[in-house]
């Protein structure tokens, strides 16, 4: 794996028109957030404060970013019904929204036939591309970037296509 992969600081600092966002699995596993999953689960509560120390960073990033004049999108595609943890996303979505994100749900049964790359990534400016692999447990397995023209162009029509028929988070009912 490419030892010099930005963090997510870098490549959104970078980006200078576009940053787009494709998740594709239907549950993740970051240590980062099983407090917060495992809290939301038993009580049904979710951290909704962007000035928190869990949130904080991200928002402030992507406030940054916005004030830049950068687009900020971010598309999930998920099986419905929904797992507990596309839930736990969907709760927390309007701190995204407030801090600039745009963000739409596809239904995984309509992206049959999206080409779609194998891997979540982050897109910047339609050139520049930070792969998230996950473990199969879906724990982070590390970042990868790259910046091969082909896989960019893939990952740009992929993302525009799941854009397209996207349903806005306001509109998005989780079942």
């Known amino acids: 794996m ?16 576009a940053a787009v966002h494709l998740e594709m699995r239907d549950a993740y596993g970051v240590a980062g957030e099983a407090a917060d999953f495992a ?17 904080a960073p991200w928002v402030e990033l992507i406030r940054r970013t916005v004030a830049r004049g950068v687009t900020v999108r971010r598309a999930r595609i998920v099986s419905e019904p929904v797992s507990d943890y596309i839930r736990f996303e969907h709760a927390g979505t309007p701190v995204n ?59 740009a029509s992929a993302f525009e296509a799941v854009w397209a028929r996207a349903i806005p988070h306001e509109d ?3 079942r």
């Open 172 to 174: 998005f009912k989780v």
């Open 97 to 155: 929204l407030a801090a600039g994100e745009q963000v739409r749900w596809l239904p995984r049964r309509r992206a049959s036939d999206i080409a779609l790359p194998g891997n979540d990534f982050w897109l910047i400016d339609d050139r520049r591309i930070r792969w998230n692999h996950f473990t199969g447990d879906g724990a982070s397995g590390g970042g990868e970037f790259s910046e091969d023209q082909a896989a960019a162009t893939l990952c």
């Open 2 to 17: 490419p030892q010099n992969v930005p963090s997510f600081a870098e490549l959104l600092d970078s980006a200078e028109r």
């Open 39 to 55: 809290r939301w689960k038993s009580t049904g509560e979710r951290d909704m404060d962007p000035g928190s120390p869990d949130w």
